[in-house]
């Protein structure tokens, strides 16, 4: 089922990006091209006409159907009906969802099966080959690594930092207000890499340093919920993980998996430079 975005359906309801995902390699270049269209203006460009929406995408309004029929809707007002579900939850507060929570008596169950659902469909809907690109391209110590994070999603970057430093040279968390985060742009380039984890409700500063990152050539990697944080027209791989539960509060226990998934892909494809590292390491304490 398509669409839906009360809590009790949040964690069931496969999004329209993790459509996307699914069927991005079997579409037509036309269709792809929508796609990814879509995918950088996520959902606004997908609320306005075929007419607009094909324009944007330099295809034909025969091509936004056709791929609008691949995702598996009947027709472009079903398509429209289900974004317009999705930006409705995008914009849901702690004190809206605070309203549909469990009673205290009975959060706990609702809570671990929610996550363990929100871990399995993040993984079903993330490739082998996605995460193999993503921990290439972290391995690759020619360049410099920097992670960030938002609010409640900056400890995961921390912690992915905390790891990777170990293996590889030239990882930095990036701390402290936004006008310090500018400052480091200076020493950003092509051959960097930038993480980012933004969920709901997205944070304007980190949508701002984005940019400015990708107007340098950097490549960034986004780990951001099944709506797609704004930072997604910027990114070179988006991880769209899931996060909703029945609690006033997301979870980021599916994206912390995916982190830690890769923190031991990129270990791997370091061997054995990073087990080298390691034990140079612990002979230096």
């Known amino acids: 089922m398509l669409g839906g975005a009360g809590l009790e359906t949040q964690t069931t309801t496969t999004s329209i990006a993790e459509l996307i ?5 079997a579409m037509p270049a036309g269709e792809r091209r929508a796609a990814q269209t879509l995918v950088a203006n996520y959902p606004v460009i997908g609320l306005k006409t075929v007419a607009d929406f094909s324009q944007q995408a330099g295809v034909s309004s025969p091509t936004i159907l056709r791929f609008v029929a691949r995702l598996g809707f009947q027709n472009y007002p079903e398509f429209q009906s289900a974004l317009q579900d999705e930006l409705a939850a995008q914009l849901q507060s702690p004190a809206s969802r605070a309203a549909t929570a469990p009673s205290r ?12 659902d929100n871990l399995r469909e993040t ?8 995460l193999n690109e993503i921990a290439e391209k972290m391995a690759d110590h020619r360049g410099h690594m920097f992670l960030i994070g938002g609010r409640f999603t900056d400890p995961l970057a921390r912690y992915m930092a905390a790891h990777l430093a ?5 990882v930095f968390h990036l701390v402290g207000q936004e006008s310090m985060w500018r400052d480091r742009l200076i020493d950003m380039g ?5 993480v980012i984890f933004d969920i ?5 500063s980190l949508i701002r340093f984005a940019e400015k990152a990708h107007q340098r050539g950097v490549q960034i990697v986004l780990f951001t919920d099944q709506w797609l944080s704004p930072i997604a027209r910027f990114a070179r791989h988006v991880i769209a993980g899931r996060t909703a539960v ?3 509060w997301d979870s980021s226990a599916a994206l912390f998996v995916v982190a830690e998934t890769l923190i031991g ?6 061997e054995p430079e990073s087990a080298r590292r390691i034990r140079e390491m612990e002979g230096l304490r």
């Not at 092509?190 to 930038?194: G, I, P």
């Open 21 to 25: 995902a699914d069927r991005i390699d």
């Open 105 to 116: 008596s009975d959060a706990a169950s609702p809570m671990i099966e929610a996550t363990l």
């Open 123 to 130: 993984f079903r809907h993330l490739s082998d080959r996605q």
């Open 166 to 170: 170990i293996i590889r040279p030239n």
């Open 190 to 194: 092509k051959r960097d890499v930038l």
């Open 200 to 204: 709901r409700r997205y944070q304007d």
């Open 246 to 248: 029945p609690s006033p």
């Open 265 to 270: 892909a990129v270990t791997r494809q370091m």
